[in-house]
């Protein structure tokens, strides 16, 4: 099956705190929400531990509750981190009215609000997942009051 979409999505390694994700440009936002939203890995972990992500606000907290057994494996946290991130920014998109997927130059997804501020989603996932902060939910509430 040759899925376009996918050929462009890479995730790379290097810079501060191990990988990070990087796009390719896409002119379907709604093909780019759904590809942004998959986050397999950390579905995974989440399921592993008993919690179903639904992409709610109430599945952040969730998270921020998980034991991070996940950070004893290095190889993962770049991985999750990203997925963590993108996770963030799914919610973020579909529940906070006129916030949207940007894409910067370079590839970096970020989420821009209706305000015109960004929101680099991806950076706060690989901080919450290599230390726990920040919290996801508390980024969601400061994200979604603004």
Not at 7 to 28: I, L, N, S, T, Y
Not at 86 to 102: C, F, K, N, S
């Amino acid at each position: 099956m040759d899925i376009p979409i996918l050929g462009r999505w890479r995730k790379r390694r290097g810079g501060a705190g191990g990988g990070a994700a990087v796009f390719e440009g896409e002119d379907d936002p709604a093909a780019t929400a759904d590809l942004f939203s998959e986050c397999a890995l950390l579905r995974s972990q989440a399921a592993r531990a008993g919690v179903r992500l639904d992409d709610s606000a109430a599945s952040l907290e969730a998270l921020d509750q998980l034991p991070p057994r996940w950070r004893d494996e290095e190889d993962l946290l770049p991985w999750l981190g990203n997925d963590a991130g993108l996770y963030l920014g799914t919610i973020v998109v579909r529940t906070v009215p006129g916030a949207g997927w940007e894409i910067l130059p370079g590839g970096r997804p970020v989420v821009r609000l209706a305000s015109g501020r960004e929101i680099d989603v991806v950076s706060a996932g690989h901080a919450w997942a290599e230390s726990g902060v920040p919290e996801l939910s508390q980024l969601y509430a400061e994200i979604a009051e603004s």
